[in-house]
């Protein structure tokens, strides 16, 4: 026996079947799986991890090499998010030779106990002129180099005083760095964002500082290691070294 309808024939047991009205099966919460709520952390933030119930720290990945406290809420994501956006962005590329690298900030030739010093500590090496010079070089090659810019700008807007230059630089800052439409965008997390948004409402020379905290440590934690083993450094050091045997 068949039942007639729109869709043609059917057997008449479907017909007397129920139709399950259970609730659906909840999906995994948005917000925690894109991280937002979790609290970063940075010198400048509170506990990490905190407002988070025991479900979500139980859900915490293991703490990985990158991190300096003993709990992975750190700025990992945000050195994984750097990674994704320089690996898009990232393309074959020669190593550049000492001679190549372009002088960004006027600076003295550095001596080589300067160019040791860089290997000691990354606050030494950013101090430097010189070495800001040959870091942001190597933040070139890979595609990073907007991090380095970003820091720079922060620092010339702190030395700012009249009140019409820095809503001007804070308004040019957001819009090269900040914004998502910006080609130039650097890696920050919900919560700094959300503090530059705030600040936005009346522009001041620290108005990027937790943004510039941020981008300082991802440098540290991300790039520094890698520019210390690359071909730019060792170059220099070992002309500094053969050029000072010479003579």
Known sequence: ???????????????????????????????????????????????????????????????????????????????????????????????????????????????????????????????????????????RTEYSEENMLFWLACEDLKQEMNKKTIEEKVRTIYEDYISILSPKEVSLDARVREVINKKMQEPAPHTFEDAQLQIYTLMHRDSYPRFLSSSIYKSLLHGNSRSSSES
């Open 1 to 139: 026996m068949c039942f007639r309808t729109r869709r043609g024939c059917r057997p008449p047991d479907l017909l007397n079947a129920k139709i399950y009205t259970g609730p659906i099966p909840a999906e995994r919460d948005g917000e925690l799986a894109m991280g937002v709520g979790r609290s970063e952390t940075s010198p400048l933030s509170g506990p990490a991890g905190q407002g988070l119930n025991t479900t979500q720290n139980s859900q915490r990945p293991s703490a990985c090499c990158f991190c300096w406290c003993c709990c992975c809420s750190c700025s990992c994501l945000t050195i994984r998010n750097e990674d994704e956006r320089r690996r898009r962005r990232k393309r074959t590329s020669q190593d550049n030779k000492m001679e190549t690298i372009p002088n960004y900030e006027a600076c003295t030739k550095p001596s080589a106990e300067e160019m040791q010093l860089w290997s000691q500590s990354f606050d030494k090496l950013m101090r430097n002129p010189a070495g800001r010079n040959v870091f942001r070089e190597f933040l």
